[in-house]
């Protein structure tokens, strides 16, 4: 039995709870979710979680960094037809981090957002949520980090993760991502909506009140904690492709008129891009230098890039006389 | 450079050395006082704003609290706050080309000077003063007697910033250096620096730099000495402090192939020592209860009051539909979170009518 003394230093790391099983209505005992929380302190650490189909073309940006920031990487694979899994262990290979990335299988056909997950069980190996239960069941540090196959980070935003691992150490924190989309036309011509950042829950700890339930259109970690933290928006974008079906994962596409402020942005972009009229405010065209991808441009200036779109800066002064942003602009404007 | 460690270990000695040695200390500086007779070698706007910092952040100095770490990260990613820094900084750096920044306080906030110190082009680098706990915790004892911190949460205050500092700067161009070394032959210890942080400008420095530097250097400055034996400090924070000290040591001075092990034996001892806090606050909690009890009173009964005088203002608007009050009351809140704001409007909109 372990020792109970909080300061006993047996040189043992904490090692992760596993609760019962979570069984799926399909009865496949493979695929039966197996948690290994971790309840007691850790300097374990975050370990990201991918859940990726075809994402090929998106992981030569995507994958290296996070490898470099986090201490554990888990791609779950479903059904990519594209060699996704293999390019992943091949990027790992290449940086000496084999040993930060496991890539793990999720053979069955998932639900799109929208009604097909409306009416699926949520304990079907079909369903997003079980899907995601299943694939962060697999986490073994202190704190999980949902992570797309498209999402893609600064240097400055690595910079940020490999701090969170140990700030976060002392509380039960989560951490809120703010990203803007990059919408990439061709190896040399992207558009960035700087008007339109959308907050997700990206971080949280590996315990057993934050798992995945089932909304009506989508899934969702719970619950949030008190101990929020928001990331810039520098940290890092989100890659969309503007010759693929960028709404493929979801089964209404009626954007345009629905509740969701986030899809209607995206399907306003994305059919004034296709269709070559006006750009909606906020969207800026961004060509790169010649022999650089324009992808590889924006993850090195993206810092500078945002830092010119924010607000104007602010003074500080110690006697308390601190100027607001709006006098600030006044004074610009004056000037 | 940045020059970290708890207050009373020697931080201030350094940054007079190498503000003699072509590092430039920002100007005003904090005035000496007989607890620093040479002078704290901080810069006043970097004292005031860190000051302000931690105020925000609810954040002691010397916080012995785990948790403290997460309260200010929030304020390194804010925007607003890096730039005042980004400002300041650049502005330092156009006149001068080499800075030293040193306070107490700096250590709560590295990862935000190491960000802009980088975004400005800056080689970022980090001396860590190190001196023994009990004489750290025994000097604060005599020099800072009004403070009301205890003997135990002083001790526990070093042990939480020392393994941050540690955690926080392992990516960074960094170097250790034992207070009583420096006083027995800075000069050792100024190479050290400038080998391992490749600062070779620091050795360069011109004969009347170097016997300046040298005049700051007072073995006299070195009053207290490590005991535990008149400090109140449980036994089980004493023995992990001592095990934090012995492997800081051996960063001072640790082969290549041993630092491995020892950054390991550092990460479980701030597991253990977030434990032992939690364990700890957990026993006092009836002291914390019964320090916010009253507060708790007052804010209830201020809520009472609140609550009437709203319940009179609603009493003269109109009455939501009974339908639409019975669902509220029907469906669990959590369940209500969920519905999809179009529904809810929708049923809003039917009962209404």
Request: net charge negative.
């Amino acid at each position: 039995m372990a020792s109970e003394d909080p300061t006993v230093n047996d040189g043992a790391a904490a090692s992760p709870v596993a609760g019962d099983p979570w069984t799926n209505r399909e009865g496949i005992e493979e695929y039966n979710i197996r948690w290994h929380w971790l309840q007691k302190p850790s300097s374990s650490g975050f370990t990201a979680v991918l859940r990726v189909r075809d994402e090929a073309r998106s992981l030569p940006w995507v994958l290296p960094p996070i490898l470099r920031s986090v201490q554990h990487v888990i791609l779950v694979d479903n059904n990519s037809t594209d060699g996704t899994p293999e390019l992943a262990r091949q990027i790992a290979r290449n940086q000496g981090s084999e040993h930060k990335l496991e890539v793990l299988s999720y053979p069955f056909e998932v639900s799109r957002y929208g009604a097909e997950h409306l009416w699926t069980y949520p304990d079907s190996v079909h369903s997003p949520t079980y899907f995601y239960n299943w694939s962060f069941s697999h986490v073994r540090t202190r704190y999980a980090l949902k992570w797309d196959g498209d999402m893609v980070l600064s240097p400055e935003g690595e910079q940020v993760l490999r701090d969170l691992a140990w700030q976060l150490e002392g509380v039960g924190g989560t951490v809120r991502m703010a990203l803007s989309s990059v919408y990439v036309e061709s190896p040399r011509v992207a558009y960035v909506d700087l008007s339109y950042v959308h907050g997700e829950l990206c971080g949280w700890r590996n315990v057993p009140e934050h798992t995945f339930v089932k909304c009506f259109d989508w899934e969702h970690v719970r619950p949030w904690s008190d101990s929020l933290l928001r990331v810039p928006d520098w940290m890092c974008f989100e890659l969309k492709w503007l010759e693929a079906d960028e709404f493929d994962h979801w089964s209404d596409t009626e954007f345009e008129t629905g509740p969701l402020f986030r899809k209607r942005r995206e399907w306003a972009v994305i059919r004034a891009l296709l269709g070559g009229t006006d750009l909606p405010d906020g969207v800026i065209r961004i060509e790169s230098p010649r022999d650089v991808h324009v992808v590889d441009h924006l993850q090195q200036n993206y810092v500078t890039m945002r830092h010119r779109g924010s607000a104007v800066e602010s003074a500080f002064d110690p006697a308390g006389n601190e100027e607001t942003s709006q006098q600030l602009t006044e004074k610009t404007q004056r000037s | 450079m940045l020059v970290a460690g708890s207050g009373r270990s020697g931080t201030s000695l350094l940054v007079n050395i190498i503000g003699n040695l072509g590092f430039y200390v920002p100007q005003p500086q904090l005035e000496a006082d007989d607890s620093n007779p040479q002078g704290f070698g901080e810069p006043q706007w970097v004292v005031d704003w860190h000051t302000e910092l931690l105020k925000r952040a609810n954040v002691h100095a010397s916080d012995a609290r785990p948790s403290a770490w997460a309260d200010t990260a929030r304020l390194c990613l804010d925007e607003r706050i890096s730039a005042q820094l980004h400002r300041w900084l650049g502005n330092q750096f156009s006149l001068h080309e080499q800075l030293v920044i040193k306070d107490p306080r700096l250590m709560w906030f590295l990862p935000l000077w190491n960000r802009v110190g980088n975004e400005l082009g800056a080689s970022v680098s980090v001396v860590t003063m190190l001196r023994h706990p009990a004489e750290v915790v025994t000097s604060k004892l005599h020099w800072y007697p009004n403070m009301t911190l205890v003997d135990a949460n002083r001790a526990a205050g070093w042990v939480n910033t020392m393994l941050y500092t540690e955690r926080a700067t392992r990516d960074y161009r960094r170097v250790f250096v034992r207070f009583d070394e420096l006083l027995a032959d800075w000069t050792q210890q100024i190479a050290r620096i400038s080998a391992e942080l490749d600062i070779p400008s620091l050795v360069n420095a011109r004969a009347r730099q170097q016997a300046e530097a040298d005049s700051f250097v007072d073995r006299s400055l070195h009053r207290s000495k490590a005991s535990w034996e008149n400090l109140d400090v449980p036994e089980n924070l004493v023995k992990l402090a001592e095990q934090v000290w012995e492997d800081m040591l051996l960063l001072s001075d640790v082969r290549k192939d041993d630092g491995t092990q020892v950054l390991s034996r550092l990460d479980r001892h701030r597991e253990a020592y977030i434990s032992l806090y939690r364990y700890a606050e957990a026993v006092a909690q009836s002291t914390t209860l019964a320090a916010v009890r009253p507060l708790r009173q007052r804010i209830a009964a201020l809520e009472k009051q609140r609550n009437l005088s709203d319940q009179s203002k609603a009493a003269q608007q109109p009455k939501t539909p009974g339908l639409l009050q019975a669902g509220r009351r029907l469906i669990p809140p959590e369940i209500r979170r969920r519905i999809p704001p179009r529904l809810k409007l929708a049923a809003a909109k039917l009962l209404s009518r």
